[in-house]
């Protein structure tokens, strides 16, 4: 059917569902068959007679599958001709195309029109016991007068606004109005200094910056707005930065600035009378809903009027950036488009969590990653949820908070990382057992493996036992979770530590070191997917041919994750970790090349090697090797906190060195190669596991990487 669910007669009204009314009663007049129960979506789907058969269905006939979620979940101005126009050989990837929307309208107005007053937002602030609440009504004024802010001061559709805030209410309003405007957004996650914040600007040709005037966690004021200072000294590009008040203190603005001056605290609930206002559009008639209520938007933004119309976007125009890393210095900008990720961070939001109407959903995500973006402000707005913005840190300002948090704001699936839950089972049992955590349903884990320690405790203490753990797979390129425990069955059997089930649509092969797919059970490999899926990052920005290179090329006609996997007897997938030079610090991805590059400026370097080792609480933690240059004489522990310095000051703080080895030398193969899977298991202590080291240009060199690193513990 072409008629969102949730639409009421307004949109019927509209000439847009005047057009599909007709098809949306021949449809559901149709289908009779039971899966309609527990998957209203697919209930345009014929003959299907169970979950099992329509996972398989949704392989077998991917596009009948998606064809019909399509037209069910999402609200088009336009229907689509073309369900999916893919060849992975060449990277190749369409979906829905023909198809017009906005994921605006499909994430505010259509929720507006049925229920304005349920709460959209809620911003768990830092400061522990002062949340705020975000109705849809509001949601969609903020985002309405910030596109229209935006538009008045030139920002085109096609154009690309860096967002560089903490994950707050105006940072998702910011998020939606470009989506409503038709203007891509990069958003670059807040603890990323100058310098990498600067590359990501450039690399998006971003003229338009969002910003605050300082960052608060943790009881730590962070200065946003300086680093966005220091970061346009190699922007030139840069036209424009809004800046938005999140603390009181006062910065200092250029001619470039536009002061936002959020409307503070204090001011929040002043009573605004606002005119009704309603526009025929392409999307039908949106209408203001009128009612004497706060409001929360900045002045600049009061200035700018509560109704702005829809850019009308084609399913593949660009949603979004997203600078993610990779096994090269460089991170990449992957390109998410409008209707394939929506619709997929929708669906997956809602099977994977066993979301229902109604619920909190509690991603503590910071929006800056992947899963902020797609479990904290898609897939939920799409679905009508109530969805927490927490910005605070699981330990401010005592362990309890998550939970404390849970109880205050009745959360009903919370999703966090495993590094979160590894540190706070170190705390003890009486931080979760002093809060009421009986609203909870689902409790969820990404980013990382989840060992199953901490699994079992966040089963045992966090869910009393009662909540089922899903451990979500999937990554920035994927756009939403693509292997969980219960993707379609929500009484299905759980194993601990593993991510288990393809979700629908998804078609996950291991491939052996020959590229043949691996048919058996029982046996890892290359973790690949020999299907598209509507979530799929489109390109990298600016590099499709570095696109092509990472993910199709390795093995032809598949998309490569990067990741190796177990698959069970049963066939359950286990992720086992990265296979390429990427490390995974608290669940942060980082590029150790990226490191590298970093270690490799400071004068005194030769060269430099970084590898991964586990970490009890990180997952893993970041180990330098280092080679000075010849007649330097430097104090190693100086030359070390200078080291940690350019890390911290050049990419983050988290990619900063946890250890720092300095060596005559590094291992090398007779071609010149570092031998880093020696290096990973010398830091690893696994002597035993060297392997082979036959292609050694020099074994002596290894003998004084053991001695040295036992030295350094
Ligand atoms: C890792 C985060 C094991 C994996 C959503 C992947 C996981 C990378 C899991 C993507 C999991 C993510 N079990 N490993 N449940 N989830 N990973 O792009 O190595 O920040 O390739 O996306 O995190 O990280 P990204």
């Known amino acids: 059917m072409w008629l969102p669910c949730g639409c009421t007669s307004k949109y019927v009204a509209s000439s847009f569902a005047r057009r599909t009314l007709a098809s949306y009663l021949h449809v559901s007049g149709r289908s009779r068959c039971n899966v309609a129960a527990f998957m209203p979506e697919?209930?345009?789907?014929?003959?299907?007679?169970?979950?099992?058969?329509?996972?398989?269905?949704?392989?077998?006939?991917?596009?009948?599958?998606?064809?019909?979620v399509a037209r069910h979940r999402l609200c088009w101005s336009t229907p689509f001709h073309t369900v999916q126009d893919c060849d992975l050989s060449r990277g190749k990837i369409k979906w829905f195309e023909g198809g017009?929307?906005?994921?605006?309208?499909?994430?505010?107005?259509?929720?507006?029109?049925?229920?304005?007053?349920?709460?959209?937002?809620?911003?768990?602030?830092?400061?522990?016991?002062?949340?705020?609440?975000?109705t849809y009504g509001e949601l969609l004024e903020m985002t309405c007068r910030l596109g229209n802010l935006l538009r008045r001061h030139g920002v085109k559709r096609g154009d690309c606004v860096t967002i560089y805030m903490p994950t707050c209410p105006l940072a998702v309003a910011s998020m939606l109005a470009c989506a409503r405007i038709g203007a891509a957004h990069n958003v670059v996650f807040a603890g990323f200094s100058a310098d990498a914040l600067a590359e990501r600007i450039r690399d998006a040709q971003s003229s338009t910056v969002i910003t605050v005037n300082q960052g608060v966690r943790g009881g730590k004021v962070t200065e946003?707005?300086?680093?966005?200072?220091?970061?346009?000294?190699?922007?030139?590009?840069?036209?424009?930065?809004?800046?938005?008040?999140?603390?009181?203190?006062?910065?200092?603005?250029?001619?470039?600035?536009?002061?936002?001056?959020?409307?503070?605290?204090?001011?929040?609930?002043?009573?605004?009378?606002?005119?009704?206002?309603?526009?025929e559009g392409e999307f039908g008639i949106f209408e203001q809903i009128t009612k004497r209520r706060k409001i929360t938007v900045t002045h600049e933004m009061l200035k700018e009027d509560v109704v702005c119309e829809p850019a009308v976007m084609n399913s593949e125009d660009v949603l979004f950036l997203l600078y993610?890393?990779?096994?090269?210095?460089?991170?990449?900008?992957?390109?998410?488009?409008?209707?394939?990720?929506?619709?997929?961070?929708?669906?997956?939001?809602?099977?994977?969590?066993?979301?229902?109407?109604g619920d909190v959903f509690g991603c503590v995500a910071d929006i800056g990653w992947i899963t902020g973006h797609s479990y904290v402000v898609y897939g939920p707005l799409a679905n009508g949820a109530t969805t927490v913005l927490f910005e605070s840190t699981p330990i401010y300002p005592d362990p309890g908070r998550y939970w404390d948090m849970?109880?205050?704001?009745?959360?009903?699936?919370?999703?966090?990382?495993?590094?979160?839950?590894?540190?706070?089972?170190?705390?003890?049992?009486?931080?979760?057992?002093?809060?009421?955590?009986?609203?909870?349903?689902?409790?969820?884990?990404?980013?990382?493996?989840?060992?199953?320690?901490?699994?079992?405790?966040?089963?045992?203490?966090?869910?009393?036992?009662?909540?089922?753990?899903?451990?979500?797979?999937?990554?920035?390129?994927?756009?939403?979770?693509?292997?969980?425990?219960?993707?379609?069955?929500?009484?299905?059997?759980?194993?601990?530590?593993?991510?288990?089930?393809?979700?629908f649509g998804i078609n996950p092969v291991l491939m052996d070191t020959e590229g043949e797919v691996l048919t058996?059970?029982?046996?890892?490999?290359?973790?690949?997917?020999?299907?598209?899926?509507?979530?799929?990052?489109?390109?990298?920005?600016?590099?499709?041919?570095?696109?092509?290179?990472?993910?199709?090329?390795?093995?032809?006609?598949?998309?490569?994750?990067?990741?190796?996997?177990?698959?069970?007897?049963?066939?359950?997938?286990?992720?086992?970790?990265?296979?390429?030079?990427?490390?995974?610090?608290?669940?942060?991805?980082?590029?150790?090349?990226?490191?590298?590059?970093?270690?490799?400026?400071?004068?005194?370097?030769a060269e430099s090697a970084v590898v991964g080792y586990t970490h009890s609480i990180k997952g893993q933690g970041v180990y330098a090797f280092v080679v000075l240059k010849k007649g330097i004489d430097v104090q190693?522990?100086?030359?070390?906190?200078?080291?940690?310095?350019?890390?911290?000051?050049?990419?983050?703080?988290?990619?900063?060195?946890?250890?720092?080895?300095?060596?005559?030398?590094?291992?090398?193969?007779?071609?010149?190669?570092?031998?880093?899977?020696?290096?990973?298991?010398?830091?690893?202590?696994?002597?035993?596991?060297?392997?082979?080291?036959?292609?050694?240009?020099?074994?002596?060199?290894?003998?004084?990487?053991?001695?040295g690193h036992e030295k350094l513990l």
């Open 520 to 605: 058996s059970n029982n046996t890892s490999g290359a973790l690949c997917m020999a299907q598209p899926w509507p979530g799929m990052a489109r390109t990298i920005h600016n590099n499709h041919q570095r696109f092509i290179d990472t993910y199709f090329q390795p093995y032809p006609g598949y998309f490569f994750t990067g990741d190796g996997a177990y698959r069970s007897e049963e066939g359950y997938y286990q992720i086992t970790g990265r296979l390429d030079d990427v490390i995974n610090v608290s669940g942060h991805r980082i590029g150790t090349a990226e490191i590298e590059d970093v270690v490799n400026q400071c004068p005194a370097v």
């Open 100 to 134: 017009k929307l906005n994921v605006s309208v499909n994430c505010l107005d259509r929720h507006v029109h049925t229920c304005p007053e349920r709460v959209a937002l809620i911003w768990e602030r830092d400061e522990r016991g002062s949340e705020m609440k975000y």
């Open 224 to 279: 946003l707005k300086k680093t966005v200072d220091t970061a346009m000294q190699s922007c030139p590009t840069v036209k424009q930065v809004f800046v938005a008040m999140r603390t009181d203190n006062p910065v200092t603005m250029t001619a470039r600035d536009i002061a936002m001056e959020e409307v503070r605290e204090q001011k929040a609930n002043q009573i605004l009378e606002i005119q009704i206002q309603a526009v």
């Open 324 to 357: 993610t890393s990779g096994s090269t210095g460089k991170p990449k900008g992957l390109v998410h488009t409008q209707a394939g990720y929506l619709l997929y961070a929708a669906l997956t939001h809602r099977y994977v969590f066993s979301y229902h109407d």
């Open 406 to 503: 849970v109880e205050r704001l009745k959360i009903n699936q919370f999703y966090g990382a495993p590094t979160a839950i590894r540190l706070l089972l170190k705390y003890g049992d009486q931080w979760v057992n002093k809060y009421d955590r009986s609203t909870l349903k689902t409790l969820g884990s990404v980013g990382e493996p989840i060992n199953t320690e901490a699994w079992e405790w966040y089963h045992r203490v966090v869910g009393d036992g009662r909540c089922p753990v899903v451990d979500t797979w999937w990554q920035t390129e994927t756009g939403g979770i693509c292997i969980a425990p219960r993707p379609s069955d929500p009484d299905a059997e759980i194993v601990p530590g593993m991510a288990m089930r393809p979700f």
């Open 42 to 68: 697919a209930a345009g789907l014929e003959g299907v007679s169970g979950r099992a058969a329509l996972r398989e269905l949704s392989v077998s006939n991917s596009e009948s599958f998606w064809a019909a």
């Open 636 to 707: 190693e522990a100086d030359l070390s906190r200078q080291l940690n310095g350019m890390v911290s000051e050049k990419i983050a703080k988290y990619a900063s060195p946890d250890f720092i080895q300095f060596a005559k030398r590094l291992p090398k193969t007779r071609s010149g190669k570092i031998m880093r899977r020696v290096l990973r298991k010398v830091v690893e202590s696994d002597l035993e596991g060297l392997g082979d080291l036959s292609t050694l240009d020099d074994p002596a060199a290894v003998q004084e990487i053991i001695q």
